[in-house]
């Protein structure tokens, strides 16, 4: 026996009203359409219809798909991943880092993308490319593949191609075979291109959190690795050690669980209003002050304060800038400049990703900024109007204390992991210093690529005796820094004593730049031979005086030894050498004293 439910009349036929309003706009419509072809017919117009591009439909990732599915991604260092891999893990994500991009890769882009895209989109997407072919030669068939697997990258739009990449790999994918792999899409102006109520990648605090702890540390360890490794006494001692400290980390990364409301505290605000806010800053304080972290980074500072190192080494430093990608990967993408570089006697100062994202948080201010009161123009409201004008300033300077907040609160735990870790590593570069260096030179408000850094960085680092060469790494034919090479032009010749040398990458060609490099190398040593023999000169002693004076003091061969930085000396011997020589005035005249 059935029972019809009870029901209103306007819950089955809508008002006699709503059906005569219906009823004239269909006649309309249709007297419109009628009048439309008659006045054609007339003009001797043919009618078309046409058919706009509608973007693909994408096969969304859904949670119900997570223990079924793998994350892949990659990009940065093998460093960075292998610790963005721990913080996914730790969430409960099947995940993996794909391996760093080779030439192999470059052909494979180049054979299933388009003609005519940048150096980082034919070796990030051939990359996918050639890890799917290998699951495939595993024995995985092209559907498990697609159903099994997606892939999560960053992505934005602007005047570069970096907009493009979503599509390249669609694309490439696609003419490869796999149609319909689904590719998660993070924009740096918005969020993940997939619906949220069941989203399988959860962009909460936790993701964010694990993420920005996962790169900080990285960079921070990153950074320490490249300082030690060129005065280490053990050839390979370095690595060794940073591969087994990137075990550990990654460890307490993927044991690391996200914070949540315990005890009698939980049991009270469950089932209160409070409940998230309680969670949220709960988690917030965690971060600011939890050790979860710090611990282990602390393990990681004694293993490498046990390395050996002689710093008598005269080495000239090269800083690194240029495009993200190309200036971050340590492969065949920027023709293992790196390696390159320390083989060849130098000093390498990497850039770290948190320029990027502080670089990001300024842009983000400078705007909001830029846009003050501009919608009490757009809306003509009155300048006597004082409520909507102050309610229009209050927005503003809320939105700006959010930003400065975060930009205080990322600036804090970045340092602390610089402290942590021997206090060696180089903090982050103060934004505000940057634009009023680059600005006269380079818009700060043009965006794209590295907007006005790559510009301000070579000002900073040069003028602020930081390095003795700056080497700029960009795809072949990059816009944004093409356009900063033709600034620099104007950098260079106001500051003539800095060595500037951009080099632009591609699949080929790297003994031609390798050869350039040498020569610039070749300028940059020469200048720090000649700022030692300056300071051994004024400090009246020789090498050999100051490592005699070393080996008698143990711990001035420990990585985490701190010494000053004196404006005038560059190198990292010429600083020791300053700081060697006056200890051993100093303790001289102790021994004079006591005699």
């Known amino acids: 026996m059935s029972v019809t439910p009870f029901t209103t009349p306007s819950q089955v036929d809508p008002p006699d009203g709503l059906i005569q309003i219906a009823s004239r706009e269909t006649v309309i419509r249709q007297r ?18 046409t058919d706009h591009f509608l973007r693909p439909k994408e096969n969304p990732f859904l949670r119900s798909q997570r223990d079924s599915t793998t994350i892949l991604f990659g990009g940065l260092t093998w460093k960075h991943e292998k610790l963005v891999h721990g913080a996914l893990e730790s969430l409960g994500y099947r995940c993996e880092a794909l391996p760093v991009p080779n030439k192999k890769a470059f052909q494979l882009g180049k054979e299933y993308g388009n003609n005519g895209q940048c150096n980082p989109t034919y070796f990030t ?11 495939e030669e595993k024995g995985l068939t092209k559907q498990e593949i697609i ?16 907009g493009m990449y979503e599509a390249e790999y669609r694309l490439a994918l696609r003419n490869a075979g796999f149609d319909g792999f689904r590719v998660l899409l993070f924009q740096q102006g918005g969020g993940l291109s997939q619906a949220e109520a069941e989203a399988g990648l959860e962009m909460n605090l936790d993701f ?4 920005l702890n996962a790169l900080n540390i990285g960079d921070v360890v990153n950074d320490v690795a490249y300082q030690i490794r060129p005065f280490e006494v053990n050839a390979g001692e370095t690595d060794r050690v940073l591969e087994e400290s990137m075990d550990l980390l990654h460890e307490v990364m993927r044991r690391k669980q996200p914070w949540t409301l315990e005890g009698k505290l939980a049991s009270m605000l469950r089932k209160s209003k409070f409940s998230g806010t309680a969670t949220l800053l709960g988690k917030f304080m965690n971060q600011l002050y939890g050790d979860d972290y710090t611990a282990a980074l602390r393990e990681v500072c004694r293993r490498f304060d046990a390395i050996p190192i002689d710093r008598t080494r005269v080495k000239p430093i090269v800083k690194i800038t240029g495009e993200f990608w190309a200036q971050t990967t340590e492969g065949d993408g920027n023709f293992n400049m790196f390696k390159f570089l320390e083989k060849e006697g130098a000093q390498v100062l990497v850039e770290p990703i948190g320029t990027w994202i502080m670089y990001m948080i300024h842009q983000a201010k400078q705007e909001i900024r830029d846009h003050r009161g501009l919608d009490l123009i ?3 409201v009155s300048k006597w109007n004082i409520a909507k004008t102050l309610n229009s300033h209050l927005d503003v300077e809320q939105k700006l204390a959010k930003l400065s907040f975060a930009e205080g609160v990322f600036k804090r735990e970045y340092h ?3 402290e942590t870790l021997g206090g060696i590593a180089h903090h982050l570069t103060d934004q505000y210093e940057l634009q009023r260096l680059g600005h006269p030179f380079y818009n700060s408000r043009s965006g794209g690529g590295e907007g006005h850094l790559e510009v301000a960085k070579n000002i900073y680092y040069s003028n602020k005796d930081l390095c003795h060469m700056v080497l700029s790494l ?10 900063s090479d033709g600034a620099q032009s104007a950098v260079v010749s106001q500051y003539k004593d800095m060595i500037f040398l951009p080099i632009e990458t591609s699949g080929e060609g790297d003994v031609n730049a390798h050869s350039r490099v040498q020569m610039a190398l070749g300028e940059a040593k020469v200048r720090a031979k000649n700022e030692m023999k300056a300071i051994l000169s004024e400090v009246s002693c020789s090498l050999e005086d100051v490592r005699e004076f070393v080996n008698d003091h143990p711990e001035m ?3 985490m030894y701190k010494f000053g930085h004196r404006k005038g000396a560059v190198g990292v011997a010429s600083n020791f050498v300053l700081h060697a020589a006056g200890r051993m005035k100093a303790e001289m005249r102790e021994t004079v004293a006591v005699g």
């Open 32 to 49: 419109l359409e009628e009048e439309r072809r008659r006045l054609e017919q007339e003009a001797g117009i043919k009618a078309t219809v």
């Open 125 to 135: 997407v051939g990359n996918l490319v050639e890890y799917v072919h290998s699951l």
């Open 147 to 162: 159903d099994r697997y997606v892939f999560f990258t960053a992505g934005a739009c602007g005047p570069c191609r970096f």
């Open 208 to 211: 964010f959190l694990g993420i």
């Open 378 to 380: 757009a809306n003509r």
């Open 416 to 418: 602390k992991l610089v």
């Open 474 to 483: 960009k795809p072949f034919g990059c816009m944004p820094s093409t356009q």
């Open 557 to 559: 061969q420990r990585p």
